[in-house]
């Protein structure tokens, strides 16, 4: 490829986020608008909220907060002070790599357009001869450059900036910031390429950035220092970090020897995410394997059931292993986009469903509860429980979503992967087409077109009209979710044999090798019974407690949907009991709801703190106990929430049965 | 009395901490030397550790930290810049003042004389004409005196100093460090007395030393200082604290009309021990009231079994009614005294037990806890679980005492109160005498003399001598601690009767009035079984598990008594096992241990994080389960621990009962 930026083609539209070159095996990502999500279906929803009200929220807040006045302010076309992060310029990048994504799906947006366009030329006239691009810095001259890498975040910054402009690219959207974003990641190269500088910014960012600069220009320097930095860093080469350890950012042990999650979550995955980019694209193996045996330590023992990471708020860091307290999870909605994209990247590299299966969980559960019903407020930390009584007062753990932080990270990294949405619904390779997640839509790839018609995951049924000229055959490979544990397919009303649907439950995906010439019809039912979900035992928070879960949906209880005068804490769950569930249909903010069987005691019980055990039973009452999507509280009233229920009765055990109590009520 | 510090008499030893003048009603402490422990004795030997390591070591610290270079370099007799918190001053204070308590108990500490006279001799000149102390500010002309008064630390400083001061004076010391103080105490009734600055500092303490300074000079103004700096409180004088909002430094709402301890814990019970000692002063029974009301939030929602208090690290709050995370209880040790101190002066103020059984929990469990054996490490933080694979690296959460702290607030806190301990055993008034805290050693009141045989905490029977010369009756009160259900009591062979039995059930305390002249032998028999204790069901964080307590001990388990293979997070407790004791008499690191019935899978169960519900029951084996005291936890060797045990069977439920999968093991 040519080495200037105005050189790259931007004529058609590209691929989406982190796209391997020819280099990588494994599963080759489509172009951006060869997938089409349905206004109808959940996903398509979700985008046409981001694109009318999300993305256009965050432009408006990035003017409100400052973050573009300080870009200004660097170069003295407004006055003050810099305000807020001091890696604010993050959160223009973040929003103009959203408004690059959704031209991606909608060449018509004039308005993705002229911010793009604006902000470009801004960025432009801000950027400095030789490259540097930073306000924070720019706008102090008692600041210097590469000063304080531990919490300066300048390398990351660069890093949203070259994401940005990788995005405006392939959306066809022009050079002009590739341009700038290439003067940038020049100046990272001369400073801290080989024979510069050894070291490494405090926040990870800046290492996939430069994989999917490579990726879009070609040019070998940015994939050097991205595995320059991977390796890099490790070593020790940030200072201590006084309040939080040097795990913070990951600096105590390279990551190829690292075998345990550790840290600020963002951070870690971040960084992950560039490992796998960097392994990819130089066949290293052993930087693969690392990845894979980090992700085991993150989702076998450090991973909320709802795809939440990071389980302190000091440090938000990861946390012990099996330490997952639902009230104080932090869960940073940054951290489960982080988990989306790391697991998209493995994903692609090796086919394995445990990957779709995780950026599924995250999507519906931790990353979805971060943006409410309207589009226009958000949570920064994403608990799996408020008390009541809980202090929502403070943004660290407030008790509704905030319409924006002090620190910006999360809601322009929600819209740009809510615009990028439809880059990860399938893939393709030599061999065929793979669909990973479900949605109303389309799906267009060079062995042909698959039509989804779904209510998908509202409910499982699965009607996939393939289209396709090519006579060979090809492999549509579909993907059977983790939390399925039984499918029927059918492909033009002749069932699938058996032993490929048992193929498909012990290998994820569900292959049909024919000829898909014409056109055929598969029916897919995904049963989603109602799963009555508990957490290792060595879960010590939520011991004695279920989740209720459908699909890829976790549940949760809400205040708002019990007695006035009854207090959240006190509801159990009978699991004995049956469980119903209600479609309503879409057009409604809450489609579909679980109803099971609740119990509340009858009278206050005591108020000690700890007292002799057993706690005497108390008689109990039956209620009717609503649970709704997790991703959807807190849309009615404020109020208490729980994911995990406590139950009655406990399983495997001895003792009174429960309905004597029940029925003394 | 008279107005200039050097009037004061100084020649006998005076009270302990918290001494009301005769304006207060309720109960008196005793003098210094009233009380003697019997280093036979728990708390004796604790008391003897503390003067022989804990103290020493302390001073030591002061020297290697820098600490005392500070305050040398604040007037120039030291070169650098001032080193650590910038409250490292409270740290010479609060061992100065451990210093004088010690001194107390033991005249003949020359090492603790000497200590005192020569850092007050350094602080005499260190202080400006004005009064003004403090290294930090003084060591820097750049910085202004009170510019920020929300983590300045100043008046706080200044607390500590006057509590140093009046403990000085109470041991009979001389008054020289107490001139200081009220030089300093002084300049801040100037600065901020009513017609002055309308502010408080970010940290309360100088609230309760302030009173203490009263009681110890007589000088109104200082009563009057404090009681202003209390109502001064939560009325938003304080800027906005970006991090963990208002209620950090109880700024919020006013202490009268606050319903829940809030914010950093530290900070809430410094303040609530201040608003004590001035309603008992002031006789502000709407103080008191608020006092009491916000125990019950404290006690009955937001302590840990142990007595610890604050459950989160991030902004060291006291978090959410029952939020208590056994593994990131933050329980800091500063908290546990401070909760001590303020039970301290609610239990003077009103006689009430439970603020002594309050005491007694703080005591044997979260304080305790906090010194290692040798005296020489401590806990800054006191988790009741440590996992396996817990990262202790940082000293936020270490994984074992450490020798000192970059904030090193807690090592003098206990070397100071345990120096005091004494001083909290007994009380009088009019009526009688009454005993509080139990361990070997004799109390001396106005009423007579009272020598304790006893091998409390391990064993409850107490052997007292009563001997008075007195012919009137006088009542001795025993406390009845709230864990004990049963009790006999004997005078000179005679049992008590069963009405006066009854009623110390029921009011906390055996009162037997009589006349005592001559020598009696009252024999009291407190049961000590081991108890099972549950939480209320509000605390989610230890559902389905049991504490094992003894006496007013919470064990916990190590794996330092597991088998080398198993891992601690597998063990279960069959709760319908026997449970034993184990007494090997005094002379050993740990005198009595708990054996119980421990359960743990014969296989490595699911790696799964969450599945189907129930999970299947693993088959299990029979195992040895040994408890030790909580407080002793962490002096063999490092490794897990936890006080909360999950339980094989739960309560109150139905299913397979355990026996079958018991007997497959």
Known sequence: MADHPTDVSTAAAGPGPASPTGRATGLRPLGLDAV???????????????????????????????????LRRAIGEVDGAHVGMRFSDSDVYKTLEAAA?????????????????????????????DGYLNSYVQSDPSRSRWEDLEEGHELYCAGHLIQAAVAVVRAGAGSDLLAVAGRAADLAVEVFGAGGRDAVCGHPEIETALVELYRATGRQRYLDLAKRFVDLRGQGLLGENERFGRAYFQDEVPVRSATEVTGHAVRQLYLLAGVVDVAVETGDQQLLDAAERLWESAFQTKTYLTGGQGSRHWGESFGDPYELPPDRAYAETCAAIASFQ?????????????????????????????????????????????RTGHDGSHEDAPSQRLSWYSCACCPPNLARLIASLQSYVATEDAGGTQLHLYSAGSVRTSHGQIDVDTRYPWQGHLRLTVRSTRSEPWTLALRVPGWCTAVTVSVDGEPVDPATVDRAMAEGYLRLTRSWQGSSTVIVDLPMPVRLVGAHPKVDAVRGCVALVRGPIVHSIEQADLPPESCLEDVALDVSAPITVTDSGEGTLVPVTVTAQGLLPTAAGSSELYGAYPVPPAPLTRLRLVAIPYFLWGNREPGPMRVWIPTVPAPSTTGTPLSESKEKS
């Open 101 to 129: 994504w959704q031209l991606g799906r909608d060449p018509g947006d004039h308005a993705a357009r002229e911010f793009i366009r604006s902000t470009s030329a801004l960025l432009a006239r801000a950027q400095e001869a």
């Open 36 to 70: 089409r999500l349905d206004p109808a279906g959940l996903l398509g929803r979700w985008q046409l909220r981001n694109a009318t009200a999300t993305l256009p929220h965050c432009v408006r807040q990035l003017d409100e907060s400052g973050a573009l006045d300080n």
């Open 342 to 386: 790391w697991n998209w990247r493995l994903l692609l590299a090796t086919g394995a469903r445990r990957y779709a299966d995780e950026m599924e969980r995250a999507l519906y559960n931790a990353i979805a509860v971060a943006v409410s019903a309207d589009g226009e407020s958000f949570f920064y930390s994403n608990p799996l429980q408020l």
